[in-house]
Each structure stands twice: as C-alpha cells, then as structure tokens.
C-alpha cells in the first residue's frame, strides 16, 4: 500500500467553499481501481493549505490508473479553480506500521 499526498493550495475567499467542491467530486476518486480510501484535512496553522490522503493498493493505481482517467480529469476540473497555485502530490509507503 502507497500514500498519495496532495498539499492542495486554495485562494483564501475559497477556503469555505472548497470543501464543498472537494465532497462533490470525492466519488470519482473513491470509484477508482485500487483505491482504498482517503482523508482530505486543512491546515491548522495554514489553513489555506488543504492535505489530501489517498491511500492505493499500488502506485501503478494511481499513477497508470487513475492519472491518465476521465475521472481524474472530471475531479480535478471540479476543484481546480479554487488552487492559487499547482498542487504538489507525492508518495510515500509506510516503514513501520502503527504502534511499532
């Protein structure tokens, strides 16, 4: 399993309605081959930063699967005019599980 971290920066007189974008759009991504779920969270001390947690199956599931898709497309077109700037997105994988 992957993590997919999107750091989503959204125009301050956006911040409120974003979120509701965000849920509108969420079921593209949630239909997604080798998705397993996600967590959208804001920033406490930046609250104009959102965090999107999408945990995959696999990289190949994000990157080959979901990135080329009409659905990626359709649920970026859904909240890409609330960005000031790119998002930036990366992986990582878990080394040590809960607790350890």
């Known amino acids: 399993m992957i993590y997919e971290i999107a750091l ?4 301050r007189e956006s911040i409120e309605s974003f979120a509701d974008a965000f849920a509108k759009v969420a079921p593209l991504l949630a239909r ?3 998705y397993i779920g996600h967590m959208l969270a804001q920033g406490v001390e930046t609250p104009e930063v959102f965090h999107l947690i999408v945990r995959w199956q696999s990289l ?3 990157r080959l699967g ?4 009409e ?3 359709m649920f970026m ?3 890409e005019e609330y960005f000031s700037e790119e998002p930036t ?3 990582v994988e878990e080394v040590l599980p809960s607790g350890g």
């Open 77 to 79: 077109a859904g909240i």
């Open 32 to 34: 997604a081959t080798g």
């Open 66 to 69: 979901f990135e080329p898709s």
């Open 71 to 73: 659905d990626h497309r």
């Open 8 to 11: 989503l920066p959204v125009r």
């Open 60 to 62: 190949d599931d994000h």
């Open 89 to 91: 997105v990366y992986h």
